[in-house]
């Protein structure tokens, strides 16, 4: 990996918090109102989110490597598990001991914002690589563990939150991965009958994908803002501190010390380098309201991870790239 220094670093990292809080500053001033989040939401996950998806998992050259596909997925997958089993053992330390509040503890510990945030990030840092794809892949193993051992850590008696696991992200990645079998550099080439039906559709998914990220940051932003205007949100701070030391702190440690043992590409170290130092992601919380867990100890979890890792995340990329070789 290339050496990067902590001036990139903290240059790729800024924009991306200044658009979550003009996000934050636009809820404020009600001019993106809480009435317009669900058509907002709805719009990200149903259209740009998936249209980025396959802008960058169909012709996707580093996909055509094998590893980069089993390899990322069991990895999202694993790591998640990992991670909660780790966070759940280790939540007492922090005076974490009920029953819900111990669960959706170690649940949203075990998940790091693994979409908005980090791919502006790694755009800044990685302008070159093709780790978009295999990011995709590693996401649609998280997704797949958190709509079945995740709802379950919550709520052991619900039913049919599997079928949650086929929401239009997790189904882009895979129609994207079988898209991508097919010679589409051939078939876009100038001068083949087709080529410009094909140019003109990659076109158009991809001004829809290009909104994806500035879209969700922005609704992200706004979230965090509400949060944050929530009276007694600071009241107990047990979970933020045992969130920054479990996702901020020992958590991405296990991520790299496990890569390193891992016959991992380019892309997918660059990957987990970025992820290991990701806060917590938003949706354990939507999962903790929905399923019976504590909804403040996510949100909680969430609020301060997210602020401290403003001035964590280039430490702790640039620690990552120094024991991964970078």
């Avoid at 998940?111 to 070159?128: K, S, T």
């Avoid at 599997?162 to 078939?187: C, E, R, Y």
């Avoid at 009241?235 to 501190?241: E, F, L």
Wanted: hydrophobic share 55%.
């Amino acid at each position: 990996m290339p050496d990067i220094s902590l001036t990139l670093l903290l240059s790729a990292v800024l924009p991306v918090f200044l658009l979550m809080g003009a996000g934050a500053m636009l809820r404020k001033w009600l001019i993106l109102a809480p009435e317009g989040d669900s058509s907002l939401i709805a719009l990200a996950v149903n259209v740009t989110y998936p249209c980025f998806i396959l802008e960058n998992v169909v012709g996707n050259e580093s996909l055509r490597d094998p590893v980069n596909v089993w390899l990322p997925m069991a990895c999202g997958a694993g790591f998640m598990i990992i991670a909660g089993a780790i966070s759940w053992l280790c939540a007492p330390l922090f005076g974490l001991r009920g029953g819900a509040v111990r669960r959706t503890f170690a649940l949203t510990c075990s998940i790091q914002n693994y979409g908005y945030l980090p791919i502006p990030i790694m755009r800044v840092l990685f302008p070159e690589g093709d780790w978009t794809g295999v990011l995709f892949v590693y996401s649609l193993g998280v997704e797949l563990v958190l709509w079945t051992a995740g709802v379950w850590l919550m709520d052991p008696h619900a039913k049919g939150a599997a079928k949650n696991a086929f929401n239009p992200v997790v189904l882009s990645i895979v129609i994207g991965l079988g898209l991508n079998l097919f010679p589409w550099a051939d078939w876009m080439r100038p001068g083949n009958s087709g080529a410009w039906l094909f140019t003109s559709v990659q076109g158009a998914v991809q001004m829809l994908g290009q909104s994806a990220v500035p879209i969700g940051l922005l609704v992200v932003g706004a979230t965090l803002g509400d949060l944050l205007a929530l009276p007694g949100w600071h009241a107990d701070w047990r979970a933020g501190i045992g969130g920054i030391v479990m996702r901020l702190v020992v958590l991405p440690t296990v991520m790299i010390g496990l890569l390193a043992l891992l016959p991992a590409t380019m892309e997918f170290r660059q990957v987990i380098v970025i992820q290991a130092a990701m806060p917590a992601a938003v949706f354990p919380m939507i999962i903790a309201r929905r399923y019976g867990g504590d909804e403040a100890t996510a949100m909680r979890v969430v609020v301060v991870t997210t602020l401290v890792s403003l001035a964590t995340i280039p430490f702790a990329v640039k620690f990552a790239l120094k024991w991964t070789g970078g």
